[in-house]
């Protein structure tokens, strides 16, 4: 398979593009910076600003599938790339003939979703990370999951729970909405989108992704995550 993958300078999406290539599949890796993204057997690296239409267009021709790990580092300002980015690679996507698309999203945009267990999170931080620090960027993701759920394509929305680094894919689960867990390593994300490119179980859904099997120290969550949404 072709497949294109966005945000691929930052950690899930370099998770994307290891995973992807390491199966076999061609990839090429979208970058506003190229230049962070390590040339390797297999990959074609194409510089593109997910807002720029144009480029997102050739970015995407040629494709089987696309992946989106497109993010913004959460604060005050207004956040728009989560949906300009799904409103642009729906459009080339469309205009290209591609249909599968795997975007992601975050637990935090499903109001059930409360961690069982973790008291701490769903009363102190919780309100504070996801009401406060990451408020605009998931209002963002709320519009990008509208623009999603309105396209007649073969999207699937995946959602993560907290990030943090594992160096390999573990036992991860999945449930429809999202899953109940705080955390979920990139490794586990960038594997539950993959297999998502030839399963049909999320089809116009939204996926959530957690790791059960490792649980990140607050050193690993701190260096890999610094209030990320
Ligand atoms: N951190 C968490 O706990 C958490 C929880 C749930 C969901 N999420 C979501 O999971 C996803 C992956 O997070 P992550 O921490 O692995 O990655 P990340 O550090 O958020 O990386 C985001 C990627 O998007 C790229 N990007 C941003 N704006 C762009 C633009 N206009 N054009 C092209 N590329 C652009 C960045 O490129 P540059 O390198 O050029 O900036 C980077 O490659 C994000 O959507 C995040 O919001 C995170």
Redesign the pocket.
């Known amino acids: 398979m072709h497949i294109v993958v ?10 994307l593009t290891d995973q992807a290539l390491a199966a076999g599949h061609r990839v090429t890796a ?4 190229p230049q ?1 993204v390590p040339p390797r057997a297999g990959l074609t690296v194409q510089a ?5 239409p144009d480029a997102v267009d050739a970015a995407v021709a040629g494709a089987d599938a696309v992946l ?7 604060g005050r300002k207004p956040v728009t ?2 949906s ?2 799904a409103t642009n690679i729906l459009a080339a996507m469309r205009r290209q003939g591609v249909r599968r698309l795997v975007a ?5 945009v499903d109001p059930a979703w409360r961690p069982s267990g973790e008291f701490l999170f769903n009363h102190l931080l919780d309100p504070y990370v996801n009401r406060v620090i ?1 408020r605009t ?1 998931h209002q963002d ?1 709320r519009r990008m999951e509208a623009v999603l759920r309105a396209s007649d394509l073969d999207w699937t929305i995946a ?6 680094d594992h160096p390999v894919v573990t036992g991860y689960r999945h449930a429809e909405e999202s899953a109940d867990g705080l955390y ?1 390593a ?1 490794a586990d ?1 960038a594997a539950s989108m993959l297999s998502q490119l030839t399963d049909d179980r999320y089809l116009r859904r939204a996926m959530g992704v957690i790791t059960t099997d490792v649980r990140p120290t607050l050193r690993q ?1 701190l260096r ?2 610094s ?3």
């Open positions: 966005f945000g691929a300078s930052g950690p899930t999406g370099r998770q979208v970058a506003r910076r962070a593109a600003d997910a807002t720029d989106s790990a497109l993010g913004a580092t959460p790339v989560y300009a980015g992601v999203s975050s637990s935090a990451a960027a993701m959602r993560p729970s907290a990030l943090f979920t990139r994300l969550l890999g995550n209030g990320k949404g």
